[in-house]
């Protein structure tokens, strides 16, 4: 597995309160993903970042806000947790965004983090 | 934006017999097509991908071929084994307009059971 990290693993958490969850690479990749995993619904990405400050919206952004200072960690924040952002998030990263042919553009994704909210 | 439609939802087979997965993409620009395996309270890992230039692609017991004109490429795995059990994923790759960079787009997902 790639060197990515998150935490925490599990959390609950009661509605309204701010939650941050963290991801840490080892990799030195430029891209950083965030998705979250429903039943019937797959992978949807919530935020995405291509650099250090350089952060842009997913299809499911709406509530979440994500932070990246160092090229090591990035950060998503629920400002104040609703029920419906019970999930499992998952971070990935990616070396690139080569050209097609390029392996560059490979996501390996982290352990993922199961989040309850009450 | 991009749609990835997948099918089936689930599928059964019996061990030793092919599996097959099929996912359709709506953007003609989509360039690379990962496919994802994802084992119950796992990760999902990368198992094999596609891109735009090639028409299929093997690995050992499984493969992978584009219809770029049809928009759809499918998932081929042969002599299945109980350990091929888990959740599958297509996705596909296109420009995304926020900031010019590529995302992927997920499929729903497949769930293969192997039967011993």
């Known amino acids: 597995d790639a060197g990515i990290t998150q935490s925490p693993r599990h959390k609950v958490t009661e509605t309204g309160t701010p939650v941050t969850l963290r991801c840490h690479q080892t990799?030195?990749?430029?891209?950083m993903y965030w998705y979250r995993q429903d039943p019937g619904h797959g992978l949807r990405l919530i935020h995405y970042s291509y650099g250090v400050k350089d952060t842009d919206k997913g299809e499911v952004s709406d509530g979440y806000s994500v932070s990246r200072s160092k090229t090591e960690d990035f950060l998503l924040t629920l400002e104040s947790a609703t029920s419906s952002q019970t999930s499992v998030y998952f971070c990935a990263i990616s070396e690139g965004q080569g050209l097609a042919g390029s392996h560059t553009d490979t996501q390996y994704f982290g352990p993922g983090t199961r989040l309850t909210v009450l | 934006g991009e749609n990835v439609e997948q099918h089936p939802s689930t599928l059964s087979v019996q061990e030793g017999d092919s599996a097959v997965i099929k996912c359709t993409y709506s953007d003609s620009a989509s360039n690379y097509f990962p496919w994802y395996k994802q084992e119950l309270g796992k990760r999902p890992q990368l198992i094999i991908d596609i891109r735009s230039n090639v028409g299929e692609k093997k690995d050992q017991r499984i493969a992978v071929t584009l219809n770029k004109t049809a928009k759809h490429f499918s998932l081929h795995i042969t002599e299945t084994q109980p350990e091929d059990s888990a959740v599958y994923f297509c996705?596909?790759?296109?420009?995304?307009?926020?900031?010019?960079?590529?995302?992927?787009?997920f499929g729903k997902g497949t769930k293969l059971s192997v039967i011993p």
């Open positions: 990799e030195n990749h430029r891209y």
């Open positions: 996705a596909a790759r296109t420009l995304y307009s926020g900031a010019g960079s590529y995302q992927l787009t």
